[in-house]
């Protein structure tokens, strides 16, 4: 199973991998970014946060903006606690960089 660095910050900060739904359930990481539009199961001690990139309309009145700040606290908390994060979609990293480079940065940029 793939798993692309996407992001390292330098010595006692985590980085940010992207990869495939099969890789983020057995790695063992502080946090996992699901953007696939299904719930997952993590190893012990992963915090969860399930993003499903593909609906920007508000989930049980939790803006699309809204999770996406929530799941970016989230990454910084983690990398900051010098623990590493995976995101993940259906699609594996080749998708996943495509979709955090075009979509999740191309929302705050306007």
């Known amino acids: 199973m793939t798993m692309l660095k996407l992001l390292t910050l330098g010595v006692g900060l985590g980085s940010i991998w992207v990869c495939s739904?099969?890789?983020?359930?057995t790695a063992n990481v502080g946090c996992a970014i699901n953007c696939a539009d299904f719930t997952m199961t993590y190893q012990p001690g992963v915090e969860p946060f399930w993003?499903?990139?593909?609906?920007h309309g508000t989930l049980g009145?939790?803006?699309w903006q809204d999770r996406v700040l929530a799941a970016m606290r989230l990454v910084l908390r983690t990398l900051l606690r010098g623990k590493d994060v995976v995101v993940h979609c259906a699609a594996g990293p080749q998708m996943e960089k495509m979709v955090c480079e075009s979509k999740c940065l191309s929302q705050f940029q306007s």
């Open 21 to 25: 739904w099969e890789a983020a359930g």
């Open 61 to 63: 009145r939790v803006t």
């Open 51 to 55: 993003l499903h990139i593909a609906y």
